[in-house]
């Protein structure tokens, strides 16, 4: 493996730790000695790699790391497209516009033929969301999740029974034609699921929930059995 390849493979590898990783277990995955492990991290560091730790603590890639020029094969660039296409397709405008610039800022950095079958896929995505639900805005409540605010909602259950909720939302699911809101619901003191074709109301308020909103995921992916791949 050239050098070049293995700076790409522990930038990857850091990318799936949110973790400090040791450099004892980034050189066994890379298959490099401790010194060149560190040799290997000085060089992206310089290069612009945003990494934080050091020898003994661990090493760890900050978000916001530009990608390096890369290669992909063309099952990953399918599978780019169809994912950036579906989320035109079923998403909010801000999400709908930051997919088409990921995919533009790839495309940027790869090779003529490459990006040639990049702008060509022929894998459809048809828009499957039902027109007649009145909806919320989704934008506003993935940035209630990022802020960690509380929410006061008017919610009207399947029985079309309205109650008034104070719910720490926490993720957001997207179905074929259903988007749910995962939150902690202060009135039942549990984690509900709220469709939001059935909100009638949705107020941020000033209150930040007291537990970070990764801890109570990872509860709720606990209590329903739910195993977490990233």
């Not at 530009?66 to 992909?72: A, C, H, K, S, V």
């Not at 259950?157 to 008034?164: I, N, P, V």
């Not at 719910?167 to 179905?175: D, E, Q, V």
């Amino acid at each position: 493996m050239s050098r070049s390849a293995r700076l790409l493979d522990l930038l990857q590898i850091l990318r799936t730790h949110r973790r400090p990783v040791s450099g004892a277990v980034l050189a066994e995955a890379t298959g490099v000695s401790l010194r060149t492990l560190y040799r290997d991290i000085a060089t992206l560091q310089a290069q612009g790699a945003d990494i934080g730790g050091e020898p003994g603590l661990g090493y760890v890639l900050r978000e916001g790391f530009l990608l390096p020029p890369i290669m992909l094969s063309s099952e990953e660039i399918e599978a780019l497209v169809l994912g950036a296409r579906w989320v035109r397709a079923n998403t909010d405008d801000r999400l709908k516009q930051s997919a088409m610039h990921a995919l533009a800022k790839i495309a940027a950095v790869l090779p003529e033929d490459l990006r040639r079958e990049l702008e060509t896929s022929a894998l459809l995505v048809p828009k499957t969301r039902r027109k007649d639900s009145p909806e919320q805005d989704l934008a506003a409540l993935r940035d209630a999740i990022k802020a960690g605010v509380k929410l006061d909602i008017a919610y009207r259950d399947e029985r079309a029974q309205e109650t008034k909720r104070r719910i720490w939302p926490i993720a957001l699911g997207y179905f074929e034609s259903l988007r749910i809101l995962v939150a902690w619901c202060e009135l039942r003191q549990g984690f509900r699921h709220f469709r939001i074709d059935r909100m009638i109301e949705v107020t941020p308020t000033q209150e930040l929930y007291p537990r970070r909103g990764e801890v109570l995921l990872a509860e709720w992916r606990h209590e329903n059995g739910i195993v977490h791949d990233l």
